[in-house]
């Protein structure tokens, strides 16, 4: 086994509070924008849109409740494992120091299925202009297809 020391799982702190704030901020919007899609529901506006935004933006939320979960997980392995090698239990120190890199890669797992979902909601906003479903991203990034 390699060795660690206290500054190994040390290192992850600034990377895993970035990635909270990250989550947190993306779930704040989400919220703010879910209570938007509420009230233009309760006024009748375009009902079908808005429950297929609202299905796609509940998924999304469960799915940053988990990588927040993963993401704090990590963060407390991180510093349980801090413990164990203050306390010079170096065998404990190194499988906690694993799970806490497994729970910090499913939460990015995570982030990036959200990213996808993310994508496939404003889908839903722009499918009902015909002509933004007639390119790819070949015509769009080679061809010029903005222009056309």
């Known amino acids: 086994m390699f060795e660690i020391n ?3 799982p040390a290192l992850l702190f600034p990377a895993i509070t970035l990635l909270m704030l990250a989550y947190t ?3 704040l919007s989400l919220a703010s924008l879910v209570r938007k899609l509420h009230s233009d529901y309760n006024r009748e506006e375009n009902r079908k849109t808005i429950v297929q935004q609202l299905k796609n933006l509940k998924a999304r939320l469960n799915l940053i409740r988990y990588m927040q979960a993963f993401g704090v997980l990590s963060f407390l392995c991180c510093v349980l494992c801090m413990y164990t090698i203050y306390r010079n239990w170096m065998l404990a120190a190194h499988w906690i120091f694993a799970a806490s890199l497994l729970f910090l890669l499913a939460s990015i797992v995570l982030s990036l299925l959200e990213i996808q979902k993310s994508t496939k909601a404003i889908e839903i906003i722009l499918k009902d202009i015909e002509e933004l479903n007639a390119g790819n991203i070949f015509t769009d990034i080679f061809v010029g297809g903005e222009n056309k």
């Open 25 to 27: 901020n993306r779930f």
């Open 6 to 8: 206290i500054n190994t």
